[in-house]
């Protein structure tokens, strides 16, 4: 397993997500997808970035952060998209190679197994926020991505100083800061828009609730899922306090050849 920067977010993203995993072979193949979108949780989102990102069916698109692979699902199940997944969580890989059948590889987003200019189009959703090397994980998507390629983009970001007790290991950006590290990586901005993460038809919401029902049914006295149930909260707080925002891009790589200075030494690899 590749490490993250919290225990708490090992519990919620690995422990849980082989949780998850086994609720659904439990329950049912249709609650794959909507327990399967950890970031977005949406339907709505999901939409919104697929149009955007101009995705048609045979397109091949890099999940940075693919989590347990939902996102990539509802793509390959609604767009016919090809996705290549990568996630740090070993678990998470596991389930959606098992769930939905997806090419997926452990790394991180900072260290992304692929050749330069590889992928035309590639997303991060729910991601850049669960660490602290931004900059480091932009600049790879950059680098993987061809000159002219397209990134879609969630990123939970906070308006304000956050009121505690807040989730461990997470860092979140302004929308200026966020900006900036795009400007930085050479990532132009084409479209921005707030994603309505309860904005989903009630089976996804009520599929969705009914795993994480079975999760706590199987595993609600182990100590990582009090662990990851509270982090996960702690998010839900300071979305509903509106103190963080869940802020949707789509850009584009530019096209000039220069490479820019943050990620000048992951190119010359
Ligand atoms: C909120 S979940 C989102 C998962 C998925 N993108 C989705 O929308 O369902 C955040 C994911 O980011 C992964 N992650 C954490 N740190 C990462 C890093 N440095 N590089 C890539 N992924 C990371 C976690 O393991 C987790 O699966």
């Not at 977010?9 to 950890?38: H, K, N, Q, S």
């Not at 919401?205 to 199987?218: C, I, P, Q, W």
């Not at 850009?251 to 000039?256: D, E, M, R, S, Y």
Request: charged share 25%; hydrophobic share 40%.
């Amino acid at each position: 397993m590749t490490e993250l920067e919290s225990e708490a977010m090992e519990a919620e993203f690995d422990t849980v997500a082989g949780w998850t995993e086994e609720a659904v072979r439990a329950l049912g193949p249709e609650y794959a997808i909507p327990a399967g979108c950890r970031g977005t949780g949406s339907e709505a989102a999901l939409r919104w970035l697929a149009e955007r990102l101009d995705l048609a069916a045979g397109t091949r698109l890099l999940d940075s952060g693919a989590g347990v692979g939902g996102p990539a699902g509802w793509l390959a199940a609604e767009r016919g998209v090809r996705t290549v997944c990568a996630e740090p969580m070993a678990a998470a890989v596991r389930a959606s190679r098992r769930l939905f059948g997806l090419a997926s590889v452990v790394a991180l987003g900072q260290q992304l197994p692929f050749a330069d200019d590889s992928f035309e189009v590639a997303w991060c959703l729910g991601v850049l926020c669960t660490t602290s090397d931004k900059a480091g994980a932009l600049a790879e998507l950059r680098r993987v991505l061809r000159p002219g390629g397209r990134l879609g983009l969630l990123v939970f970001v906070a308006d304000g100083p956050l009121t505690p007790p807040l989730p461990e290991g997470n860092e979140f950006p302004s929308e200026e800061e966020l900006l900036g590290l795009l400007e930085d990586a050479g990532l132009v901005l084409q479209d921005t828009s707030e994603a309505g993460l309860g904005d989903s038809p009630p089976e996804w919401t009520e599929r969705a609730d009914a795993v994480d029902a079975e999760v706590e049914r199987r595993h609600g006295s182990d100590p990582a899922f009090r662990q990851a149930q509270e982090n996960a909260q702690r998010v839900g707080r300071l979305l509903s306090a509106g103190e963080l925002r869940p802020w949707m891009g789509v850009l584009q790589v530019a096209w000039n050849t220069g490479v820019p200075a943050r990620s000048a030494s992951r190119r010359s690899r």
